[in-house]
């Protein structure tokens, strides 16, 4: 065991273990007797088992086992231990350690309160217990032989915690934000000069190290093993994972160790590139491509008559000038899928399709070199245009990068993103590719960030992405996508404020958001029944909706649409007129005001225009006995919502 991984837990008599106990059966191999392993959570006994009935370490207890039975099951890989202990510390340096068979955390990041705790807070628990249970394999059982290759644990452990989401938490239905809060986030940290390579052989100082766990390691980690997972299809991936962890179990292990195992399952012709050399560069070379597709639209070219260039993508730096200088050598081996809009399916085939289903072809074109469709990309791509690029109906568009499974972004030809603009949205019992929500967030971030990397040719830079907003955005239905375009437009928004253009872009935000939120006179009652064990049953299947519609009402008040305004202020009145005592305790009225789930948004715009009563009341609920560490951090999130000078000062 890496002695890193070694720890020791002195407590006071107020750190409790959560009862009763919470057992894991152990993976045995057939026939074998059953073995089990309690499952505990440690805490301040308040929140343990406090005499108000609170039992806040339940859900990670539970949540802990099932994924620690899914992960040994699926891996075929005995957890080993006689133990399992997950410990709250008040004050911890880190979200989490995940030590072997004793695994700390900040005590916010664990704790949930059923029916006061938000929804986004459980999700928030399961992910992080999802991310330091997957360690007790990738980190603990397989450790990366130097920290140059700390993505060896850390984004393994991203990828896994959504995996362990789809798995043992179906209901939620987070696969398809996976794109947004991973992929995304990856894409916008490495379009930098100043980023480092997934492997990078030049670590070594304490400083070095320290700075190796970032958003690249982690996220672009995590994307990587989501493009490699694409390219091969999730059960050939796993199962290639499987034979990994059973091969280097115990040892410490270089990139190359689980390239050879991905090799021996994906097996290549002879003559044909190996899928190792095919990913070496997305590890060994900082950065990412942009690839520019150009169809030919001549009335002699042929349907298939398409180009390729390939690019780092680098956005500009603050003063202006742009970073965007390639070097010959910066080149990746892309895997490319294509589909176009008269490719129509099923909704369900959409809801979770597999980049092995369009099998990829790979552009291998050095950087700034045209590269054709090939022959060889034409016998391999399943779907590819139909028609003459000349044809104009409705239909007749192409998008590339199916699902967003691949690593980088794409940019089209004037043409192109015209017709994606102005095509009609299929709807129904038959959908396309525009009815894929990772396509629509996958549209509208690339738009953005293109726009923001000077790469729109032929028009205004962000006529496009802003047109894609006015086109699609007043009919979207889904978190990601919503939650991808309002990010970037906060992005204008900070870089408008304060210029005479400002007025005219806040009122069009406010037109937009308006419509979405009058479109919804529910909205702010989006339904969410806790479903733990512990409580009755209920359904946690509007988790998505839950998210979308309160990014809608966050949207509208933000651009001050008055209706949500007005809204937010009423439900923070009924809130403290419950009283300091009764701010935090579960109870019907809680639940029908539906302010578990909205109380930070409530707190935020209910707070702006800073009623002294209404601010005296939240300084008191955070010196309050028993308001959890958790609903601090939204009240003093919320507080600083305040637009009153003289609150601000105290703040």
């Known amino acids: 065991m890496p002695v890193y991984l070694n720890a020791f837990l002195v407590s006071t008599d107020d750190f409790k273990m959560h009862s009763p106990e919470v057992t894991a059966n152990d993976y045995v191999p057939s026939g074998a007797d059953e073995i089990t392993f309690p499952v505990n959570v440690f805490g301040n006994s308040e929140l343990i088992e406090g005499s108000n009935g609170r039992k806040d370490g339940l859900f990670a207890a539970e ?21 399992l202990d997950q410990v709250g ?57 130097w920290w140059s290759d700390s993505w060896l644990n850390e984004g393994f452990a ?26 995304r986030d ?21 400083a070095e190290i320290d700075g190796m766990f970032d958003t690249i390691t982690y996220a672009k980690g995590a994307s990587v093993l989501h493009m490699i997972k694409g390219i091969m299809g999730e059960t050939p991936f796993f199962n290639a994972l499987k034979a990994y962890v059973q091969k280097y179990k115990g040892q410490s292990v270089r990139p190359e160790h ?16 190996k899928l190792s050399d095919h990913l070496k560069g997305w590890i060994e070379q900082k950065g990412y491509p942009v690839v520019k597709i150009t169809r030919n639209y001549d009335f002699n070219a042929a349907a298939e008559d398409i180009s390729f ?85 409705g239909s007749n568009y192409i998008v590339a990068n199916v699902q967003q499974y691949g690593f980088y972004r794409v940019n089209y030809d004037l043409t192109n993103w015209i017709r994606i603009i102005r095509a009609p949205v299929p709807s129904g019992t038959t959908v396309n590719i525009l009815n894929d929500v990772a396509t629509r967030g996958q549209l509208f971030d690339d738009s953005f960030n293109l726009a923001r990397a000077d790469l729109m040719e032929g028009v205004e830079q962000y006529d496009v992405p802003l047109r894609l907003v006015n086109r699609y955005l007043p009919g979207e239905v889904a978190y990601a996508p919503l939650a991808s375009a309002t990010d970037n437009i906060r992005f204008i928004d900070q870089m408008l404020r304060g210029s005479p253009n400002y007025r005219r872009f806040a009122l069009y935000m406010q037109t937009l958001a308006a419509a979405l939120y009058n479109a919804r006179p529910d909205i702010w009652s989006t339904d969410w029944v806790d479903a733990t064990t512990a409580e009755t049953a209920g359904t946690e299947s509007s988790y998505g909706e839950l998210m979308f519609n309160n990014l809608i009402i966050e949207t509208a008040c933000f651009y001050e649409v008055p209706e949500c305004l007005a809204e937010a202020e009423r439900r923070l009145g009924v809130w403290v007129g419950r009283g300091p005592s009764a701010a935090f305790a579960p109870d019907e009225r ?20 800073g009623k002294p009563a209404y601010w005296q009341f939240m300084k008191e609920l955070l010196v309050l006995p028993g308001t959890i560490t958790s609903s601090k951090l939204i009240l003093l999130r919320g507080m600083a919502c305040s637009r009153d000078e003289s609150h601000l000062q105290e703040y």
């Open 63 to 83: 949540h802990g086992r099932n994924v620690i039975e899914t992960l040994t099951t699926r891996f075929e890989q005995p957890y080993g231990l006689t133990k």
């Open 89 to 145: 510390v008040p004050d911890f340096v880190h979200n989490a350690m995940e030590n072997w068979g004793l695994v700390l955390y900040r005590e916010a990041s664990l704790m949930y309160q059923p029916k006061v705790s938000t929804a986004d807070q459980k999700r928030a628990v399961a992910s992080l217990v999802g991310h330091e249970l997957s360690h007790m394999i990738f980190g603990n059982l397989l450790t990366c032989e």
């Open 158 to 183: 991203r990828f896994m915690e959504f995996e362990m989401l789809v798995w043992t938490k179906s209901s939620w239905n987070v696969r398809p934000m996976f794109n947004y809060w991973v992929v």
């Open 186 to 206: 990856a894409l916008a940290q490495d379009a930098h000069s100043a980023t480092h390579a997934l492997s990078d052989s030049s670590v070594q100082t304490p």
């Open 258 to 273: 689980f390239l050879s195992e991905l090799d021996t399952v994906e097996a290549a012709a002879a003559d044909v590139k």
């Open 309 to 393: 260039t390939q690019s780092r993508f680098l956005l500009p730096v603050w003063n202006g000038s742009s970073t965007s200088v390639h070097s010959a050598t910066e080149k990746w081996d892309i895997p490319l899928t294509l589909t176009n809009g008269a490719i129509i399916k099923d909704p369900a085939e959409w809801a979770d399709v597999q980049v092995a289903t369009n099998t990829p072809c790979w552009v291998t074109s050095a950087a700034g070199a045209t590269e054709k469709l090939s022959a060889a990309c034409l016998a391999i791509l399943s779907e590819r245009p139909q028609v003459p690029g000349n044809d104009t109906m």
């Open 590 to 609: 809680l639940s029908t005001e539906n302010l578990i789930q909205t109380k930070s948004l409530v707190l935020c715009y209910g707070l702006r225009d």
